[in-house]
């Protein structure tokens, strides 16, 4: 995949444990979050996204985090699974920029049998 | 309905050639965003088009260039190729250009 050889942080993690991924993002105009997942061989899939008037989102095992005060995203994934076997990243976005994603550097995560 | 497609897949040229890559959108989803993707630089924006017109543009050189057509399907073009170039060009599509971005597999591009 794209990410071969690229020193990503790694998380390792058991099956069925929790996950959280962490992002430090810099703009603080920056209104919207997002967590894409990349698997090997594919683009950027959709995860979870949070507006910033918002501290905290749910969706299916997944749970996205924002604390603007310190600027920090992360994502929580319950009873984590090998197909979350995957690169991580966050994105945020201004609606001052418009549709102008900027991504993290990534979060690998292996998922232990 | 369909995904995001882009093509060619895979594809190798040589210093100094140029490159024309396609992506096709979800129908019905008029923006295209297209974005590069390396190890050593990560994610990064290099243009967005809505409705036929650039509506932003990344920090990329005047090699990088790119149209839409009418039926929002977009190209991008890369002209006198670096070997810096070798990426992974991905395109994203969206149904106003403000929500969630469907990204394409990509386009490997290598430059020998």
């Known amino acids: ?113 | 309905k369909a995904g995001v497609t882009q093509t060619p897949r895979y594809l190798i040229k040589t210093r100094g050639q140029q490159v024309t890559l396609s992506c096709s959108p979800i129908s019905g989803h008029r923006s295209v965003s297209w974005y590069q993707q390396t190890p050593g630089q990560g994610l990064q924006f290099l243009f967005e088009y809505f409705s036929e017109t650039q509506r932003n543009k990344g920090n990329f050189p005047g090699r990088f260039s790119g149209r839409q057509f009418s039926n929002s399907r977009s190209e991008m073009n890369v002209s006198t190729l670096e070997l810096g170039d070798s990426a992974l060009y991905l395109c994203a599509s969206s149904f106003r250009g403000d929500n969630v971005l469907t990204f394409g597999a990509g386009s490997r591009l290598t430059v020998l």
């Open chain 1, 1 to 113: 995949g794209e990410n071969v050889g690229l020193h990503l942080p790694t998380l390792s993690v058991q099956e069925g444990d929790n996950s959280i991924i962490n992002c430090a993002y810099s703009n603080s105009a920056s209104d919207y979050f997002i967590w894409y997942k990349q698997e090997s061989g594919k683009g950027p899939q959709f995860i979870i996204d949070i507006r910033s008037n918002m501290d905290k989102r749910q969706g299916q095992r997944v749970t996205v985090l924002l604390n603007k005060t310190v600027k920090h995203l992360s994502l929580q994934i319950a009873a984590t699974q090998p197909g979350d076997s995957a690169v991580y990243f966050c994105a945020e976005n201004s609606r001052a920029a418009g549709n102008k994603l900027t991504f993290g550097g990534g979060t690998r995560v292996l998922v232990k049998p």
